[in-house]
Nanobody, 117 residues
Framework: QVQLVESGGGLVQAGGSLRLSCAAS????????MGWYRQAPGKQRELVVA???????NYADSVKGRFTISRDNAKNTVYLQMNSLKPEDTGVYYC???????????WGQGTQVTVSS
C-alpha cells in the first residue's frame, strides 16, 4: 500500500502563493491519474485538480488559471502550485490516485492551507 505525505501548507494572505508537495512511498509511474483534493471547513472533500500520466490536466472551475499541478515520477512526487489565493481556497489539501469512482490509497494527513482576507 502506497503511503502519501502532503506538505507545504500554511497561512497566507489573499493574493499570495503556496506550493504543496505530495510524496508517495512507492512508485507513481504506473498510476494514471493523480489528484489534489480539498476539504473546506464544514464541507465534503472535493477534487480540485488532476493530472494523468501523459500530462493531461483537469481543473475545477474555481481554481482554473490560478493553480498548476505537476508530477515528477522519478521522485514519486506530485506538486500543486497555488497562486492568487483566495479565502475560499482555505481547507485541508490531500493528494491521492484518482479512480473512476473513489481513490486508490488511504488518505494521508493532508496539509492545512489558510488564506486570510
Amino acid at each position: 500500500q502506497v503511503q502519501l505525505v502532503e506538505s507545504g501548507g500554511g497561512l497566507v494572505q489573499a493574493g499570495g502563493s503556496l506550493r504543496l508537495s505530495c510524496a508517495a512511498s512507492g512508485s507513481i509511474f504506473s498510476i494514471n491519474t493523480m489528484g489534489w483534493y480539498r476539504q473546506a471547513p464544514g464541507k465534503q472533500r472535493e477534487l480540485v485538480v488532476a493530472i494523468t500520466s501523459g500530462g493531461r490536466r483537469n481543473y475545477a472551475d474555481s481554481v482554473k488559471g490560478r493553480f498548476t499541478i505537476s508530477r515528477d515520477n522519478a521522485k514519486n512526487t506530485v506538486y500543486l502550485q497555488m497562486n492568487s489565493l483566495k479565502p475560499e481556497d482555505t481547507g485541508v489539501y490531500y493528494c491521492n490516485a484518482a479512480l473512476v469512482v473513489g481513490v486508490a490509497f488511504s488518505w494521508g494527513q493532508g496539509t492545512q492551507v489558510t488564506v486570510s482576507s
